[in-house]
């Protein structure tokens, strides 16, 4: 998986918790991105960030937030957790260019009842 | 909505056999495209690649072939092994920062 890690792996949550999910990479990539899967729809980009400090909106933000602190780390944070957030979520990243070909990490499974 | 789609959401083969996965995009500027492969409880795996400027290009036992004049590329996975099962995703550029994909084909092999 590219020197990408995720956790928790596995995680159940109630409706209204906060939820901090955790993306950290060895290779020093300059963009990172934070995706969910649910059948149907695919993959869609929730947030990115090009930079420590420098992120944006993907077509799913709501209810979402991010952080990227340093260049290895970018949490993705559910302020309220709501069931219709219950889905796959991947981290991805890649070297110099959101057009550059993306890695992706093995995914977080979050269930919130 | 996005610009990549997959003509067949399924594709079963007979193992020993090829199987191609095809993509249509819409974009006529895209410039660059990628196959992801997605085995079950995994995340998505770069298989290959393939710019504007190429027809084919080939890997280990797969090839990606582009048709800019129909806006279409396939995946060719030759002698396909149960190891093979699985989805793929077909991928490109949106804007400078970001990549859109496909819904997926679900490849199944049959002994």
């Known amino acids: 998986d590219a020197g990408i890690t995720q956790s928790p792996r596995h995680k159940v949550t109630e409706t209204g918790t906060p939820v901090t999910l955790r993306c950290h990479q060895t290779?020093?990539?300059?963009?990172m991105y934070w995706y969910r899967q649910d059948p149907g729809h695919g993959l869609r980009l929730i947030h990115y960030?090009?930079?420590?400090?420098?992120?944006d909106k993907g077509e799913v933000s709501d209810g979402y937030s991010v952080s990227r602190s340093k260049t290895e780390d970018f949490l993705l944070t559910l302020e309220s957790a709501t069931s219709s957030q219950t889905s796959v979520y991947f981290c991805?990243?890649?070297?110099?260019?959101?057009?550059?070909?993306?890695?992706f990490g093995p995914g977080t499974r979050l269930l919130v009842l | 909505g996005e610009s990549v789609g997959l003509h067949l959401p399924t594709l079963s083969v007979q193992e020993g056999d090829n199987s191609i996965i095809n993509c249509a995009y819409s974009?006529?500027?895209?410039?660059?495209f990628i196959w992801y492969k997605q085995e079950s409880g995994k995340g998505p795996q770069f298989i290959i690649d393939?710019?504007?400027?190429?027809d084919k290009r080939q890997g280990q036992r797969v090839t990606v072939l582009l048709n800019k004049t129909v806006k279409h590329l396939s995946l060719q996975i030759a002698a396909t092994q149960p190891g093979d099962s699985a989805v793929y995703f077909c991928?490109?550029?949106?804007?400078?920062?970001?990549?859109?994909f496909g819904q997926g084909t679900r490849l199944t092999i049959n002994p």
């Open positions: 290779e020093n990539h300059r963009y």
């Open positions: 991928a490109e550029p949106q804007g400078a920062q970001k990549l859109v």
């Open positions: 974009n006529s500027a895209s410039d660059y």
């Open positions: 393939i710019r504007s400027n190429m």
């Open positions: 991805a990243i890649s070297e110099t260019s959101g057009q550059e070909t993306q890695y």
């Open positions: 960030s090009y930079g420590v400090k420098d992120t």
